[in-house]
């Protein structure tokens, strides 16, 4: 699953934070967590891909 991310992916992280993937590197992912809001997780704290039509 983590070696498939990309921009625009739901996912839910180990803290159960829920963001939509902006960018994808080779050991990070940057998450849009709120409306101007991004942060940056290790792609191992990804625990989550979650449906497209999924409501945040």
């Known amino acids: 699953m983590l070696a498939n991310l990309k921009r625009g992916d739901k ?3 180990t803290g159960g934070i ?6 994808v590197g080779n050991k990070s992912v940057t998450l849009k967590v709120s409306e101007n809001i991004k ?3 290790g792609k191992s ?6 449906h497209p039509t999924d409501e945040d």
């Open 11 to 13: 996912v839910i992280t």
């Open 18 to 23: 829920y963001g939509l993937v902006e960018s």
């Open 39 to 41: 942060v940056k997780f």
């Open 45 to 50: 704290y990804i625990t989550n891909l979650r």
